[in-house]
């Protein structure tokens, strides 16, 4: 509780962006509960409904409720966000941890794959992933996961190389620990706290990919409620007719990106020895 108190007052900004994400995670949870209507379900005499009333952010084209849609379409972006950030900090440790530990060749020829990778942007990259593999949400997850690899893989290994010369580690090995043990148990243990300061930032990176993707119909298929494929089925045709239906999807992208960019600055600035007091 000291902590959290703590926190608050010496990053107020931090836990705006805090409390932004626990309301989404929230609304993901419990959207079967939080959603009156089927995302699925339409209603021809709802068709293109104003907000207000039955249909509270309006309906769709298709008389689909766009508050359900945008409640359940936080289910999606989150789990996508998180799973394709998850996956892509575990390959990206691994493949650090290895070429940071091991050097000489192993490490040269990591770097120079790393920097192939890097040279394009994280967007067209995930472009080039997801129209390869197709439109699912496992394919989604994955073409957005291996793009963040390079980042999480250079900050591990730049980590490494300096740990594994430290004083504890000769110490392990002197005691007879095993390379592998003194890499896993004592130099990647310390490696951690830059990395959740990555992650954080990259869950928002990731959930607006995803919404680019699902934007240009190379992310979440249908019936797949998703706020970019909103945003793609409404922007050309009725931006100015419904306006509804572009402003509330995009206002949620923005502000799960903006609450994520806002905790990951607060919990950089925390795990930083040179910025605490």
């Known amino acids: 509780m000291q902590t959290t108190l703590y926190f608050v007052r010496r990053y107020p900004l931090g836990?705006?962006?805090?409390?932004?994400?626990?309301i989404f995670v929230l609304t993901a949870l419990f959207a079967g509960a939080i959603?009156?209507?089927?995302?699925?379900?339409?209603?021809?005499?709802?068709?293109?409904?104003?907000?207000?009333?039955?249909?509270?952010?309006?309906?769709?084209?298709?008389?689909?409720?766009?508050?359900?849609?945008?409640?359940?379409?936080?289910?999606?972006?989150?789990?996508?966000?998180?799973?394709?950030?998850?996956?892509?900090?575990?390959?990206?440790?691994?493949?650090?941890?290895?070429?940071?530990?091991?050097?000489?060749?192993?490490?040269?020829?990591?770097?120079?794959?790393?920097?192939?990778?890097?040279?394009l942007?994280?967007?067209v990259m995930a472009l080039v992933m997801a129209a390869s593999l197709g439109p699912s949400l496992t394919n989604t997850i994955v073409a957005i996961a291996i793009p963040l690899v390079p980042n999480v893989a250079r900050i591990i290994r730049s980590n490494t190389l300096a740990?594994?010369?430290?004083?504890?580690?000769?110490?392990?090995?002197?005691?007879?620990?095993?390379?592998?043990?003194?890499?896993?148990?004592h130099v990647l243990p310390n490696t951690l706290?830059?990395?959740?300061?990555?992650?954080?930032?990259?869950?928002?990176?990731?959930?607006?990919?995803?919404?680019?993707?699902?934007?240009?119909?190379?992310?979440i298929p249908e019936p797949h409620p998703s706020w970019g494929r909103m945003l793609s089925e409404s922007a050309a045709e009725y931006v100015r007719t419904a306006p509804w239906l572009v402003i509330y999807p995009g206002l949620a992208i923005s502000l799960v990106v903006f609450g994520t960019n806002l905790l990951?600055?607060?919990?950089?600035?925390?795990?930083?020895p040179r910025l605490r007091r």
């Not at 504890?168 to 592998?180: C, I, K, N, T, W």
């Not at 990951?264 to 930083?272: E, H, M, N, S, T």
């Open 193 to 219: 706290a830059p990395l959740i300061v990555l992650a954080t930032a990259q869950v928002g990176s990731a959930i607006l990919v995803e919404s680019a993707l699902s934007f240009l119909g190379l992310g």
């Open 121 to 123: 942007p994280l967007l």
């Open 35 to 119: 959603a009156p209507f089927d995302t699925t379900a339409t209603d021809a005499p709802a068709s293109l409904a104003r907000p207000g009333g039955v249909h509270l952010l309006g309906a769709d084209f298709m008389g689909r409720d766009v508050f359900s849609r945008i409640v359940h379409g936080a289910r999606i972006s989150l789990a996508v966000g998180l799973c394709a950030t998850a996956l892509g900090c575990l390959i990206g440790v691994a493949i650090g941890l290895a070429s940071g530990y091991l050097g000489g060749t192993f490490d040269l020829l990591v770097q120079r794959l790393i920097d192939i990778l890097q040279s």
């Open 264 to 272: 990951g600055d607060a919990v950089r600035d925390a795990l930083d």
């Open 163 to 185: 740990l594994r010369e430290m004083p504890f580690v000769e110490a392990a090995r002197a005691v007879g620990m095993g390379e592998a043990r003194v890499a896993l148990v």
């Open 15 to 22: 836990a705006i962006g805090a409390e932004i994400m626990a």
